[in-house]
């Protein structure tokens, strides 16, 4: 009677042994997640990192083009010697800048593209390894 609701001391140091080394476990789990998901994040700053600098350096590069491509219509436009010609010139420089401009934005729009698939490739194998990860945790538990 009374004595079916004592615990002896074997009993609870077998007990919380299990306990602790289901802590222990967990623990090394969660250390692990977490390390991954560290490296996840680095790999995923350092591919964002390298994209904007390849931005930059077509942006740049873009940039100086179209200062020569300026400097090189003003000489031309200086060069006329009437208005007609003038005004064909500058027309010729509109259209020009236009289709510069339209094939710089492809550009970019590509590099941008590429950059994020790179930025994401390490988040999304980590959003595909959690589940399983959780899916492990849960049949671990129910064993126990």
């Not at 623990?27 to 930059?56: F, H, K, P, W």
Request: proline share 2%; net charge negative.
């Amino acid at each position: 009677m009374a004595s079916d609701n004592i615990t002896s001391m074997q009993e609870v140091a077998t007990s919380t042994r299990e306990v602790e080394a289901g802590l222990r476990r967990g623990y090394a789990d969660m250390t692990a997640l977490c390390r991954g998901n560290l490296g996840a994040a680095v790999a995923s700053s350092q591919a964002a990192i390298c994209g904007a600098q390849e931005i930059t350096a077509t942006l740049l590069a873009f940039l100086q083009s179209r200062a020569k491509d300026g400097l090189a219509a003003g000489q031309r436009l200086a060069a006329c010697d009437s208005p007609e010609a003038a005004i064909e010139v500058q027309l010729e420089y509109a259209k020009a800048m236009l289709q510069a401009y339209t094939d710089e934005f492809d550009r970019l729009h590509a590099l941008t593209g590429k950059i994020l698939a790179d930025v994401l490739v390490p988040v999304r194998s980590r959003a595909v390894l959690a589940p399983a990860t959780r899916a492990a945790a849960g049949a671990a538990a129910l064993a126990a």
